[in-house]
Structures are given as structure tokens and as C-alpha cells.
């Protein structure tokens, strides 16, 4: 298995507050890896210096062994941000339409991917409605399926599973896994929700910009001697100190 | 083609969005109207109280168009009273003028029709005593007009020059709330996960929102020119030139401003610092009766620019060579505003 994501000695500050500090990273090709966290602690940041939206002040980052930021990578990654940046007036599908007409696909691909990618977030009911009609967890979903739109070889997602209801939240995850088993994947998703963190194939901590711990879930209640993630974070943050 | 799955992007929303296409065709087309019946309205007569006037000089002052209303005697609580413009009273040998002057400009006029008036009086009293006729010849004087004719009016200057000034307010509020938008929603962020290029998600909001713009001109010259009968000498292409020129600097205004802006309400608060001052500048009053340097100042308004222009082809007359001076610094406006969003989005990412 070969280095998907690469972090270098990465820092960022907006302003006078210094968000990342010092980050050094490896993700391996084909694994599903969580970046957990309280809100605030640099995770949404991180994400996005990895996708290559915003420039780290110091450090470098490797995608796939390219440099970001480098416009080839943007094809390659699967971007789902935490706010949903969808276009209200616009229905589901034109959505996912515009999307798709991003990354020239040809048409017969445009329409296998925009069907395959909401069949998985099953709103194949309500492509024709407009967005500014949706509910949140309806919205999540279809940023979810823009994410996939293009069949990136890496796919990183913000906080994706806020607000979706807990069936389709695990239907969401088996399709995660078989994109890691089938596809060979490398999966990215930042959460706070630590049960969720127990299904990453590895975790790291991230706490007031730096990361605290990090290595498979059952590794890291056993370092710490937990029985939850939520004890591992807890000990790891104060062992921090 | 991305760019054209921008394009394409863009207008879908505008048509969705009734309200802008509403604000951006329907209501530079009313407020013109409101304009052209208010500029073009027939000023009532002034009401005119006399005491103690001879019937001679009522015949004069009447002829002066004004509507003239005897009093056995008056004051200052008649005029109140009675709801006049002035009052006009003779005692002991001497005239008094009391005037309402709720609106200067019009006591102004009254206050010079009477005493033209009593000055006529007096100059047919005197030639009555001396025998000979003074008619004034109505035709004394031959008028030549360089511009316009007898028939201009204030609208069909201020007319041409609003046109302008439409198209670059209502395009300036459009591609700046739309921006701002894109902006807040984070679908501008998510754009640039894509592989979008700066320049081409640029070249896609100039031509998406240049197209609404080029219809917006459309509609306002063509009004403006057969319904409204603003005067236009010179060739609608020119004009249609000009205000296209003058919506792609209010397209990369609105655009870049934007970025200063966190709200639509912050975004408004631009208008009377950005909007508003360009009023002054269009030549409303005459630019060289300002100070030095707030001459100056006109030199960083676009609208300036554009009303110059649009005064020379559409009441002048002139052709391109007249307005080329202007044409070119509509388009420094624009290349310099297109650099500074290309420079802006950079916060984002480069290339």
C-alpha cells in the first residue's frame, strides 16, 4: 500500500490565531481515516489545506505524490465541505448536473455517476425538487453525492453524517467501507461523534490545532488503557498537558 | 466546457429569481417614467394676491402667467390664509412684495415677474405720455441652436445621462448580492475544489451576468428612446456600446466589492458610498463649477465617463470619435477591476 496523503511540518494561522500547529501526517492508500475532535480544534482547516482550497503558511502537503496545491489533484480528491454549498434555486439534479459538467465527463458517464451517486444517498425521489425545499439532512446528502460525482480516488468529507437519520447514516458507512474494499478508496472524514470514530480504520486526535494521539481505535484504548474513545480522548488531551 | 456549464448555471437562477429580474428590468423602466412626468409636468401659476393694484399692471401680471386675486387689504396672515404664492401691495406711494417662500426657486420667479411686470407698467405709462408705440417685436431676437431645439427639456438631458446611471446601479446591486452569495453559501469555496480555473469562473460571471446586463441596456435605451422620447441624434449602437461598457464596470465593481462585504445589508452599505456619489458627478451640475478638486474626484467615477458619452451621441449627435477618450476609460475601469478579483480569488487557491 503506497502514501495517499502526506503532511509535512504544517502550520496555519488566520490572523493572530495560529490554527494548525506543526502537523505531520501519513495517510495510507485504501483506509478509511478519521480526524476526531471537538469543534474549533483545526479539523474543517486541515481538511481543507489537504483538498488544496487554502494555502498552509508553512509546511507542504503531498496528494497522490503531487504537490498541492496542483490543479490535476482537484479531480482526484472528492470534496464534501461542512457547510453545504449548494445552489438553492437549483433543483437536486441540476445540481449534481453542474457538478458533474465540472470534470468533463461525457455524458453517458454524467448520467451513470449522477444516478449511481443519489441512488447511494437514496434521493432519487426528490432530484427534481429545488433545493431551497430540502431538509438538512436531505442537503447533507446531496453534498455527499456531489463529493462522489467525478469517482475521485480520494474522497474527504467534513462532518458528513451530521444530520442524517440514523438508517441511512449506517447505509452511508457500508457504502464507505465497500468504496474502501471494492474501489480501494482512501476515505478522509473529520467527526465528533466518537461512535463513529470506532469505525475509522485509523484515528487521529486533533485538539487546539495540534494531534494528540493517533493510531487504529483498538490501539489507542489499549495505550491509554480505556474502555471508550471518549476515555482515550480525555487522557490523551490531559498526558497532552 | 466549464465555463459554459457556468454560464448556463447562472442564468438558470436569474430566471428562477423573479424578483432580480424584476429589480433588474422593470424597475430602471419605472422610476424613468416617474422621472419623465416629473421633469416634463406643467408648472401651475403661481397665485398672486394684489391690494390696491391698478388694473393695468393685474393686465400685465396676468400675462405673466400668474393667477392674480384682489384683496380689499392683506398681510401676512392673508397669504397664509388664503393659501398664496405672494402678495403684492401698494400704500403710501410703494409697492411691498410679501412672498410664502416655502420654495425659494419659485419666490424667486415671482419676486422677478413683478417687478418686470411694474417696470412694463411704467415704461407704457411713460410712453403713453410721449406718444409713441413701444410694442416689443416677440420676434426681436432670431434663436440658433447648436444642440437640441426650443422644445429641449430638462429631461432629454438628464435623460440620457440616466440611462447610465441605471444600468450601472441595478447591475452593481446584482452581480454584487450574487457574488456575495456564492461567497456565504460556500459554493464559491466548494467551486474552487473543482478544477475551475480563476479565469474561467471570471470569464463565466462576465458573460452570465453580461448577458442579463445586455438585455437590462436593451430594454432601458429602447424605452427611454420610443416611449419616453429622450432625444437621440446619434446611432443606438453607440448608445448600446457605451452602457454595455458601463454594466461589465458595475459587473467587476459589484464582484469585487463583494469580498468586503459579509451580509446583503453590508453589501447595501456600499451604495452611498459607491452609488450614490456618482449622481454628482454625471453632469446634473456642471462639472466645471465643482472645486479643483473634486474635479478631480470625477475622474474615478465611471459614470462620468459613460454620461459624457452617452450626452455627445445621444443629444450631440457625434459619432465614436467623440467618445473614444471615454470608451477607453471604461475599459481601464474594467481591466483594472477584472485583475483585482483574479488577485482576490487567490485567497482561495491559485490558478
Known amino acids: 500500500m503506497g502514501v495517499s496523503v502526506r503532511i509535512d511540518r504544517v502550520s496555519k494561522s488566520f490572523g493572530k490565531k495560529q490554527v494548525l500547529k506543526d502537523i505531520n501526517l501519513e495517510i495510507e492508500e485504501g483506509m478509511i481515516y478519521g480526524f476526531i475532535g471537538p469543534s474549533g ?12 482550497i487554502h494555502a498552509p503558511d508553512t509546511g507542504t502537503i503531498t496528494v497522490l505524490n503531487k504537490k498541492v496545491p496542483d490543479m490535476d489533484l482537484f479531480r482526484d480528491i472528492g470534496y464534501m465541505a461542512q457547510s453545504d454549498a449548494l445552489y438553492h434555486d437549483l433543483t437536486g439534479l441540476e445540481n449534481l448536473k453542474f457538478f458533474a459538467s465540472l470534470y468533463n465527463l461525457s455524458k453517458k458517464e454524467q448520467k451513470e455517476r449522477i444516478e449511481y451517486a443519489a441512488g447511494l444517498v437514496k434521493l432519487n425521489d426528490d432530484l427534481k425538487r429545488r433545493v431551497s425545499v430540502y431538509s438538512g439532512g436531505m442537503k447533507r446528502r446531496l453534498s455527499l453525492a456531489i463529493a462522489l460525482i467525478q469517482d475521485p480516488k480520494i474522497l474527504i468529507l467534513d462532518e458528513p453524517t451530521v444530520g442524517i437519520d440514523p438508517e441511512l447514516r449506517v447505509g452511508v458507512w457500508n457504502e464507505l467501507k465497500r468504496l474502501r474494499d471494492e474501489e480501494g ?16 480504520d485509523y484515528i487521529g486526535m486533533v485538539r487546539d490545532g495540534t494531534i494528540i494521539a493517533r493510531g487504529t481505535p483498538a490501539e489507542l484504548k489499549e495505550r491509554y488503557g480505556a474502555e471508550s474513545l471518549d476515555e482515550v480522548f480525555l487522557k490523551a488531551g490531559r498526558s497532552d498537558k | 466546457m466549464r465555463t459554459a456549464a457556468i454560464i448556463k448555471r447562472i442564468c438558470i437562477e436569474m430566471m428562477r429569481d423573479k424578483r432580480s429580474m424584476a429589480l433588474l428590468f422593470i424597475a ?27 388694473d393695468s399692471l393685474v393686465q400685465i401680471l396676468e400675462e405673466q402667467e400668474m393667477e392674480v386675486i384682489p384683496f380689499e387689504k392683506g398681510d401676512k396672515d392673508t397669504v397664509l390664509a388664503e393659501d398664496l404664492d405672494a402678495l403684492l401691495v401698494y400704500e403710501n406711494g410703494a409697492y411691498k412684495l410679501i412672498l410664502e417662500n416655502s420654495d425659494p426657486s419659485l419666490a424667486n420667479t415671482i419676486n422677478l415677474k413683478v417687478n418686470q411686470s411694474i417696470a412694463a407698467q411704467i415704461r407704457a405709462k411713460l410712453a403713453g405720455q410721449l406718444g409713441i408705440n413701444l410694442e416689443m417685436d416677440e420676434n426681436l431676437v432670431v434663436k440658433e441652436y447648436i444642440y437640441g431645439d426650443a422644445d429641449s427639456g430638462y429631461f432629454d438631458i438628464l435623460g440620457t445621462i440616466f440611462v447610465g446611471f441605471f444600468v450601472f446601479f441595478f447591475v452593481f ?24 480555473r480563476r479565469w474561467e469562473l471570471l470569464t463565466a460571471y462576465l458573460a452570465g451576468y453580461g448577458v442579463f ?4 441596456t436593451l430594454i ?8 419616453l422620447d429622450v432625444v437621440l441624434v446619434g446611432s443606438i449602437g453607440h448608445v448600446i456600446i457605451i452602457n454595455l461598457l458601463l454594466a461589465f464596470v458595475a459587473l467587476t465593481i459589484g464582484m469585487f466589492l463583494s469580498t468586503f462585504a459579509s451580509s446583503e445589508f453590508q453589501m447595501v452599505q456600499f451604495i452611498p458610498v459607491v452609488v450614490i456619489p456618482q449622481i454628482l458627478f454625471v453632469g446634473i451640475i456642471p462639472l466645471e463649477w465643482m472645486a479643483d478638486w473634486l474635479q478631480v474626484f470625477a475622474k474615478f467615477m465611471p459614470v462620468h465617463y459613460a454620461a459624457n458619452a452617452l450626452k455627445e451621441v445621444m443629444y450631440k449627435g457625434e459619432g465614436l470619435h467623440a467618445i473614444t477618450g471615454d470608451l477607453l476609460a471604461l475599459v481601464v475601469f474594467i481591466v483594472v477591476f477584472i485583475i483585482l478579483n483574479l488577485l482576490s480569488l487567490r485567497r482561495y487557491r491559485r490558478g
Open chain 2, 28 to 54: 430602471p423602466v419605472f422610476i424613468l417614467t416617474l422621472m419623465y412626468f416629473f421633469f416634463n409636468g406643467e408648472p401651475t401659476d403661481p397665485r398672486l394676491g394684489v391690494v390696491h393694484i391698478e
Open chain 1, 185 to 200: 478508496k482512501t476515505i478522509l472524514i473529520t467527526t465528533h461523534v466518537m461512535d463513529e470514530a470506532e469505525k475509522c
Open chain 2, 213 to 216: 446586463a445586455v438585455i437590462q
Open chain 2, 173 to 196: 446591486l446584482l452581480s454584487g448580492i450574487s457574488l456575495l452569495k456564492e461567497r456565504t453559501s460556500g459554493t464559491l469555496e466548494r467551486l474552487m475544489a473543482t478544477p475551475v
Open chain 1, 41 to 52: 480544534a483545526g479539523k474543517t482547516t486541515l481538511v481543507k489545506l489537504i483538498v488544496g
Open chain 2, 220 to 227: 432601458v435605451v429602447t424605452y427611454s428612446v420610443t416611449v
